[in-house]
T-cell receptor, first 110, second 112 residues
């Protein structure tokens, strides 16, 4: 079956670096997305990987290994406003269907 | 302003009373999708549409209908709502599936 796993919760300190992991099993693969969702709000797009390697965007980077079915989101220089849920989503065989993980709730402490 | 607009934002209703949640986007996007979000289960896709008059089931389509008569609109219809459809619903659109999706602000439905 198709499945995405990511940790439920993580805690980190302001100014630090945190890595949120995501493993996926899909029938076929057409890309992996990361979204950020603050409590009570809509998800907003962070990154997209379809090829192996690291994509960097300011304080956020995302890594993909297709052979391992693995991705991570790296957040540097954490700020209090980074406290949110981070959703990993994969597009499988039918690239019109997106499968989301349950999300990782990140708490950034002073 | 580029946006996805859902209405209503909140609705409390009773079992069996048909309801429609509207979704409209002003970005000329081909792809639109409906999700429900429940605690511990994340976002689950209900239906999606690749273009006008082309729709298909997501992972949890039971109890829902959609239509895509115009490119900008993608309403979600609950013909006979039941309590297990109480959830937070999001509509999303993107130029194509490989592109980032823009989400509406969400509709919180409570079915009593």
């Amino acid at each position: 079956g198709q499945n995405i796993d990511q940790p439920t919760e993580m805690t980190a300190t302001e100014g630090a670096i945190v890595q949120i992991n995501c493993t996926y099993q899909t029938s076929g693969f057409n890309g992996l997305f990361w979204y950020q969702q603050h409590a009570g709000e809509a998800p907003t797009f962070l990154s997209y990987n379809v090829l192996d390697g690291l994509e960097e965007k300011g304080r956020f980077s995302s890594f993909l290994s297709r052979s391992k079915g693995y991705s991570y989101l790296l957040l540097k220089e954490l700020q209090m406003k980074d406290s949110a849920s981070y959703l990993c989503a994969a597009a499988g065989d039918s690239s019109y269907k997106l499968i989301f993980g349950s999300g990782t709730r990140l708490l950034v402490r002073p | 302003e580029a946006q996805v607009t859902q209405n209503p934002r909140y609705l409390i209703t009773v079992t069996g009373k048909k309801l429609t949640v509207t979704c409209s986007q002003n970005m000329n996007h081909e792809y639109m999708s409906w999700y429900r979000q429940d605690p511990g289960l994340g976002l689950r896709q209900i239906y999606y549409s690749m273009n006008v008059e082309v729709t298909d089931k997501g992972d949890v389509p039971e109890g829902y209908k959609v239509s895509r008569k115009e490119k900008r609109n993608f309403p979600l219809i609950l013909e006979s709502p039941s309590p297990n459809q109480t959830s937070l619903y999001f509509c999303a659109s993107s130029p194509y599936i490989g592109e980032p999706q823009h989400f509406g602000d969400g509709t919180r439905l409570s079915i009593l």
